[in-house]
């Protein structure tokens, strides 16, 4: 079991009020590798959704062994460092470009509304 990170990074917190930490919980952490061996998979084309609140250097590695089952990838990323840990989205296109997905589209994600600044996007890529 681990403990849930508390975001203490003052400077997300002043452009997110709303993620400050109000309560503790535990989990187990697995890999998307582990868990995708876990699961019948039915159909040819899968997808995989990620959002690692800022760890998502530690999300690719586990899935390492997966990622060629998964025709999408839909990725949470950061336009600006939040989280301490956050990959930003040049960081997370390379990554994948590197591993034979090409990007399709950016959606929408958090936005520091008093700056008018976006924040997170979810990046969607695809398998060539």
Known sequence: MAMKRIIRDREHLSKMP?????????????????????????????????????????????????????????????????????????ESLVSFLTRGYELVGLESGFCNKSAGDQLQADAILVRK
């Open 18 to 90: 709303g993620n400050a930490c109000v309560s503790k919980e535990k989990y187990t952490i697995s890999t998307v590798a582990e868990q995708y061996g876990t699961v019948t998979v039915m159909r040819k084309s899968i997808g995989l959704k990620t959002d690692a609140r800022g760890c998502e250097r530690k999300v690719l590695p586990g899935a390492e062994p997966a990622l060629s089952q998964f025709k999408v990838i839909q990725m949470k990323t950061s336009l600006q460092p939040l989280c301490g840990q956050g990959v930003q989205l040049m």
